[in-house]
């Protein structure tokens, strides 16, 4: 929230001599469309560059009431961009805009410009690719950025709008005022991080870039580490993250020029390194919020800039054995949670950010406290072996196999890739489910392994010997209902029990596997059948059958016909055939009719049973 005034009724007069007499917001607004409004058509150069300096010189007067927040600042600064200004002379403006802010001493004038340069640079990133444009810049900004602020005054939130519950939050902060210094460092802040992320600055450019200089910038985000809005500490670290990559680069150029000291290059190129090393102890918050920028990351162009400049300076802090350990075992917890989930949610259009996690991860896992801490490995392993599976469906790229493999290669991981079972030979079965054999193979294995056993207990025991091999059981079969299964059934069963002169009730758990013999051992309804839906050869096999069953259960019965020889009779093989069902009664015939009535309605005999009871009632 902002506090404005309603209305502000101030003079102000230009470099030009004209006085701006506005008293409200919508009069400020329409002066700069008058401004940037030409009638006619016929603009000559003059006009064009008086124009321009207007628009700066009103935006500087009146930014302090009109233009506090950003979305306003930004608003005015789009309005001059999408003018006949910039829409066709644009190479006139900017060169006017950049000499002006090396001659200008209004700070409220540079900071007007320095915003349109922003703004500009975005739109056409190669103005900001421009060195000759931005050489005479870069020590401006760094003054900008050097001057010594108060925190206590000017340069931070101040006030809340409610008493503080205790949660902070942070849109019940009010801003006050902020010293046009403050507003000046922070935008050079973010216009010199512009300059380095996309240029690349020679050896000689970053001579300027001062051991002082880059600790001043760790400095300052020790310094505004309590601020309500983090914006400013983070746009810290994205330059310090920045003049880390052109360092990387020039001490690259350099190792591999003949004449460079091949052993020193990067150690002595690369000051953001040095300047670190040296403040070990009292840069935490530094390590602590480029993790947390790294865990807030989103899917835009600006931040993917970003998640790889944070990861190449971490590779530098994993791979170097000064500064291995400067996390707490804390804050690499939080990186490995990053990286598990960054790895996996990546697209393919990200496939070079993920391959820089990937690189990032190796040194991660085997050269910090990580090494001797199992942290998630095993969803660590999962994730790795997942960019890596289904081969056969999609395309694996060959830097994405190479860097996963490197991945696995640690210590870390030998004892959690280490299967229940043989790859090789259930590779040689077919394709199968990783991580579960399928049954033809468990099948074959068990079988296998059976035979085995069988075969060394019956070869153990030689002839002559006196040792008597143990019996070998016999692979159960499946009950059939064969007539010659049913003989050799009936021939190994022993022929009575202890106990078996008494007449004993058939088991009809013996009974239930024979399909055919269910029905005459069991009380259980069976299903009817018609006559003649079996033939005599049937009928003759299932005679035979229930006589030896039943002279194997009851010794003492005689035996039945079919047992002994005789043919069977049509009355023992066939059933008697049921009667005819009745035909059904008939139906009456209706009444004779008597008449006709003149409706047209038949006039019938009532039955003799209504005669009756109409009698009786009369009676």
């Not at 009010?174 to 240029?199: D, F, H, T």
């Not at 072996?385 to 640690?410: F, W, Y």
């Not at 193979?441 to 030689?462: E, P, R």
């Amino acid at each position: 929230m902002i506090q404005t005034s309603p209305a502000v009724n101030m003079l102000a007069e230009d470099e030009f001599g004209i006085t701006y007499f506005i008293e409200n917001a919508q009069q400020f607004w329409s002066e700069l469309d008058d401004i940037l409004r030409f009638s006619g058509g016929s603009a000559t150069l003059s006009m064009l560059d008086s124009a321009l300096r207007r628009f700066v010189s009103l935006c500087a007067s009146y930014h302090e009431h009109y233009l506090q927040s950003p979305l306003q600042l930004e608003h005015a600064c789009q309005l001059l961009l999408d003018s006949e200004l910039f829409s066709f002379h644009s190479e006139r403006m900017c060169e006017l805009a950049i000499e002006d802010v090396q001659s200008k001493t209004d700070p409220h004038g540079q900071f007007v410009l320095y915003s349109v340069l922003l703004f500009w640079g975005r739109r056409q990133s190669s103005f900001l690719r421009s060195h000759k444009r931005w050489q005479p810049l870069i020590p401006l900004l760094m003054d900008h950025i050097l001057v010594e602020i108060d925190p206590d005054a000017d340069d931070f939130y101040i006030g809340l709008n409610a008493p503080s519950n205790g949660a902070g939050s942070r849109a019940s902060v009010v801003m006050g005022p902020i010293a046009i210094e403050g507003k000046l460092r922070a935008l050079s802040v973010r216009l010199l991080y512009e300059v380095c992320r996309v240029q690349k600055l020679s050896e000689q450019d970053l001579r300027v870039f001062s051991d002082s200089f880059i600790d001043h910038l760790f400095e300052l985000v020790e310094q505004t580490r309590f601020m309500p809005d983090e914006t400013f500490n983070y746009s810290v670290i994205k330059l310090i993250v920045a003049l880390n990559e052109q360092f990387m680069v020039a001490g690259l150029n350099n190792a591999t020029s003949p004449q460079s000291d091949q052993g020193k290059s990067r150690e002595v190129q690369n000051r953001v390194l040095d300047v670190l090393i040296s403040r070990l102890g009292s840069s935490k918050t530094f390590g602590e919020n480029m993790i947390f920028m790294l865990n807030r990351a989103t899917r835009s162009a600006e931040d993917l800039c970003m998640q790889l400049l944070v990861l190449k300076l971490l590779y530098i802090l994993f791979t170097s054995k000064a500064t291995s350990e400067y996390f707490y075992t804390n804050d690499l917890c939080v990186l490995v949670d990053v990286f598990l989930r960054e790895l996996v949610d990546l697209d393919d259009e990200s496939e070079s950010l993920r391959h820089t996690y990937l690189r990032v991860l190796h040194p991660l896992l085997t050269k910090t406290q990580l090494r001797d801490i199992p942290y998630k490995r095993p969803q660590i392993v999962m994730a790795l072996e997942s960019l890596t599976q289904n081969a056969n469906i999609r395309d694996i790229n060959p830097t994405t196999k190479r860097l996963v493999e490197r991945c696995l290669s640690g210590e870390w991981c030998v004892n959690l890739r280490k299967s229940s079972f043989d790859k090789d030979a259930l590779d040689s079965q077919g394709n199968f489910r990783q991580g579960s054999p399928s049954h033809d193979i468990l099948a074959s294995t068990t079988q296998a392994g059976l035979q085995s056993q069988v075969v060394t207990s019956t070869g153990s025991g030689k002839p002559g010997d006196g040792i008597v091999p143990p019996p070998v059981k016999q692979k159960q079969v499946k009950h059939c209902c064969s007539i010659q299964h049913l003989k050799s059934k009936s021939a190994t069963l022993p022929s009575s029990r202890p106990g078996s002169g008494d007449v004993r009730r058939p088991s009809v758990e013996s009974a239930g596997s024979l399909g055919v013999l269910a029905s005459t051992t069991t009380n259980t309804p069976r299903r009817r059948e018609k006559t003649g839906s079996m033939d005599d050869t049937s009928l003759l096999l299932q005679a035979e059958t229930n006589s030896q069953l039943k002279q194997h259960q009851y010794p003492h019965l005689p035996p039945s016909p079919a047992s002994s020889g005789f043919p069977p009779t049509s009355t023992a093989t066939q059933k008697p055939r049921r009667p005819p069902p009745a035909p059904p009664k008939r139906r009456k015939a209706p009444p004779a009719p008597l008449g006709q009535t003149n409706g047209a309605t038949l006039i019938t005999a009532p039955p003799k049973s209504a005669i009756s009871t109409h009698a009786q009632l009369g009676k």
